[in-house]
């Protein structure tokens, strides 16, 4: 199993600002992700973080705004740039570990609220 | 493309008894993974089952049990004698078996338990 966290767990920011999240897995795992659960909604796949390469996007999500770093396989960062009140959502860390790869384990995630 | 259908926003049930959760699925691989999650109202996700597509033995873990249907593309979760701890949002998720390996999501299921 892999065991994930955030940070920050959550925070309030200002409409404008940036907000930079952090995503620490305790081993070594080939694919992280990040996702979107916007307040009643389900989770929608922002993009594949790639260690070494730029994030793979999802349709919707561009790089401009939720810019990510993968400088290893243990940690990744997602910045939600110029925010506005819509990004306000619970942000989820992913990665899939286990033999074949195919055991999903999410972070706590990270509660935004923009004001 | 892959998709995954919770036809039931909301399902209301008096406790102890058993409630069934739907999920019916979209996928033109031949192999996948199907899983579902439950998220409480603090937010995390919780991992509760993941089913190969080729196993389609169904699978009881103490009041859970699960009904995978290839024919029909479903993947279905019953809680037998349904407690007030059940009261959660339940989401089915589909998974290629290989590549990325990430979820797609259905829309959730909001499971009320009333004492």
């Known amino acids: 199993s892999a065991v994930i966290s955030q940070k920050p767990s959550r925070d309030i920011c200002q409409r404008g600002t940036s907000l930079t999240i952090q995503c620490q897995v305790d081993s070594q795992v080939t694919m992280m992700f990040w996702y979107r659960q916007q307040p009643g909604q389900s989770l929608t796949l922002i993009a594949t973080a790639n260690q070494g390469s730029e994030a793979t996007y999802e349709s919707g999500f561009v790089i401009d705004k939720f810019p990510i770093s993968r400088p290893n396989l243990t940690f990744s960062t997602l910045t939600v740039s110029n925010m506005s009140p819509e990004d306000s959502s619970i942000y989820l860390c992913s990665v899939s570990a286990g033999a074949k790869y195919n055991e999903q384990f999410f972070g706590p995630g990270t509660r935004l609220t923009v004001l | 493309a892959q998709k995954v259908t919770q036809a039931q926003t909301e399902i209301s049930v008096v406790e102890k008894e058993d409630v069934t959760l739907d999920c019916v699925y979209e996928?033109?691989?031949?192999?996948?993974?199907l899983f579902w999650y439950k998220q409480p109202p603090s937010g995390e996700l919780v991992f509760l089952i993941r089913?190969?597509?080729?196993?389609?033995q169904n699978e009881i873990s103490g009041r859970y049990s699960w009904n995978f249907q290839k024919s029909t593309s479903s993947f279905n979760f019953t809680i037998t004698a349904s407690q007030v701890v059940d009261s959660a949002v339940y989401f089915c998720a589909l998974s290629e078996a290989t590549g990325r390996r990430a979820l797609t999501f259905g829309s959730g299921t909001r499971l009320q338990v009333q004492p």
């Open positions: 996928t033109r691989d031949t192999t996948y993974y």
């Open positions: 089913r190969n597509s080729f196993d389609e």
